[in-house]
């Protein structure tokens, strides 16, 4: 089997996949209402800013959580947000699960490769 093949095969296996068709569909919709469009940016850059601050050790302090709180609250008077939040979730493990699977292909079992230690 030529790997190439089978990589068109998965990627057409997702594209077709209902989990894909949702999250592409609302990511439309989000896309074509620009107030909509603005709120989810803000709220993915505060997201992406609380996270970065978790990852050296600190913790947000009660301003930027009750701003992020706030801007996701604002969010849940469109449901295109709800749904776009929802079905990225569902495809994000999807992706996850197939990246695992790839991952485990580089484990060869060489003794001298296991520079990190095994997180399952």
């Known amino acids: ?3 190439y093949d089978a990589l068109n095969q998965l990627t057409t296996a997702i594209k077709e996949s209902e989990e894909y068709k949702r999250f592409a569909a609302s990511a439309k919709a989000v ?3 620009p107030a909509l469009k603005e709120i989810m940016n803000d709220f993915f850059a505060l997201q992406v800013q609380l996270s970065a601050l978790q990852m050296v050790g600190q913790q ?3 301003e930027q959580i009750n ?3 706030a801007v996701y609250a604002s ?3 469109y449901p295109a947000a709800t749904e776009f939040i929802q079905s990225q979730m569902y495809f994000s493990r999807i992706m996850e699960d ?3 699977e790839l991952a ?4 060869v079992g060489a003794d ?3 520079i990190v230690p095994d997180f399952e």
Request: charged share 30%; glycine share 0%.
């Open 31 to 33: 896309d074509a209402n």
């Open 104 to 107: 485990k292909l580089a484990d």
């Open 67 to 69: 701003h992020f709180n």
């Open 75 to 77: 969010l849940s008077a």
């Open 60 to 62: 947000p302090d009660e």
């Open 98 to 100: 197939v990246s695992k």
């Open 1 to 3: 089997m030529n790997i």
């Open 112 to 114: 001298f490769m296991k």
